[in-house]
């Protein structure tokens, strides 16, 4: 399984983006996805995590402004954010849970000014 995640920028405060994660190889063997964040001089965390049956599980700092989003169709699963802080500032990351491993994509800046 690959990832490839996108559609990170810079955005004033109250703004909105929509990161997208596409998932190519065996993607049958994703049991859930993730994504998570890693601001500069802090641990990565996770933001949202959706598990193969459609559950999903938010941050509670994330909780009512950021939404997770699949189009089976096209092997994507998106990160709806909206009303950004700029203490949403940070690296970007989505994940795939397989049976005994973690894969990552590569990460996506997003940028809220203030």
Not at 64 to 78: C, E, L, W
Not at 83 to 103: F, H, I, M, Q, R
């Amino acid at each position: 399984v690959q990832l490839q995640a996108f559609g990170g920028g810079l955005v004033q405060a109250g703004g909105s983006l929509r990161l997208s994660c596409a998932a190519s190889g065996s993607i049958f063997m994703i049991n859930a996805v993730g994504w998570y964040r890693q601001a500069p001089g802090k641990q990565r965390e996770l933001v949202a995590r959706r598990s193969r049956g459609g559950s999903t599980n938010y941050a509670d700092s994330m909780k009512g402004r950021f939404t997770v989003s699949r189009d089976t169709a096209k092997n994507t699963v998106y990160l709806q954010m909206n009303s950004l802080k700029p203490e949403d500032t940070a690296v970007y990351y989505c994940n795939a849970e397989l049976a005994g491993k973690v894969v990552w994509g590569q990460g996506t800046q997003v940028t809220v000014s203030s």
